[in-house]
């Protein structure tokens, strides 16, 4: 099984920080965000971590890369720590795939088909994060409750910011589990049928994958994850997990990356 982690956007909020580095390399406390995700993945059921890269930001890879000269460096220099550091990072399951054009989040998703076949999947968004490494299991737990159906992370958020995340309908089976209806992306506040905001993580059935290939633009002209997640709908159940807004970090603005910094950085050995 998969992890598969969409890291071809262009970071424009972000600019002028990322006219040459990508948003995904930014420092959170004293790694880059992406590395955070990595772990998540490969904490999870998953054997391997795929990042959808683009071409122009080839530093991601060398990220985690092995680095003998830098280990042989720190090693002499009696840094053992960091050159564990440095070995550990470059020796983390990941491979890529190429996002050739930024069509969307689904386009994305769907350039990983060859790699996850015909199994279920994660998708790891890298704009939040979540250092616990928890929720992924939890999601495990419900799918396999279901027979394998697919099953997202949602988040309660304020009715008027329903309009920058993917929401669903549905009904509470438990605390914390709803059973999907449907979704809509980005809708506005007054046609939202509830105030469930997709989270960013996604455990997906492979069928997923399969009706990602004949997803047209919707939203902004982007090829979106969440028509396919309402198409797979009029075949399988589909379940979604109320996470804790503090088991998640967002690090899609500046505001919430440097609170985020904030938040992570005071937890430090606490
Ligand atoms: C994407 C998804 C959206 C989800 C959001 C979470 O939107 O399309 O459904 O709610 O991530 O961060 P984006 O933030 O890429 O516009």
Redesign the pocket.
């Known amino acids: 099984m998969k992890a598969l982690i969409p890291a071809a956007?262009l970071g424009t909020r972000f600019l002028p920080a990322t006219k040459a580095q990508p948003k995904e390399m930014l420092l959170v406390v004293d790694r880059p965000a992406i590395q955070y995700v990595v772990e998540e993945g490969l904490a999870s059921a998953a054997d391997e971590v795929v990042i959808i890269n683009s071409r122009q930001k080839k530093v991601i890879e060398d990220h985690f890369s092995p680095n003998p000269e830098l280990v042989a460096m720190l090693r002499a220099a009696g840094k053992d720590a960091y050159a564990d550091e440095v070995e550990r990072v470059g020796n983390m399951n990941v491979s890529y795939v190429y996002q050739e054009e930024a069509l969307?989040?689904g386009h994305a998703v769907r350039c990983a088909a060859e790699k996850t076949g015909d199994d279920a999947f994660y998708v790891l968004?890298g704009?939040?994060l979540v250092p616990g490494n928890e929720m992924l299991p939890r999601m495990q737990e419900i799918s396999d409750e279901h027979d394998g159906a697919s099953v997202i992370a949602v988040m309660p958020v304020p009715h008027e910011d329903v309009k920058?995340?993917?929401?669903i309908a549905g009904e509470a089976i438990t605390d914390d589990v709803w059973k999907v209806d449907s979704?809509v992306?980005?809708p506005a506040p007054e046609d939202a049928p509830s105030d469930l905001?997709?989270?960013?993580r996604y455990l997906l059935s492979p069928r997923v994958m399969q009706l990602l290939a004949d997803v047209k633009p919707g939203v902004?002209g982007e090829i979106?994850?969440?028509d396919a997640l309402d198409a797979v709908l009029r075949e399988e159940e589909m379940y979604a997990l109320i996470i804790d807004p503090a088991e998640g970090f967002?690090t899609?603005t500046i505001e919430s990356w440097l609170q985020t910094n904030n938040v992570l950085f005071n937890r430090r050995g606490a």
């Not at 905001?197 to 960013?200: E, K, P, Q």
Request: aromatic letters at 8%.
């Open positions: 956007g969307g989040l968004l704009d939040v920058r995340f993917g929401v979704l992306e980005k905001a997709v989270f960013g902004g979106q994850l969440t967002d899609g």
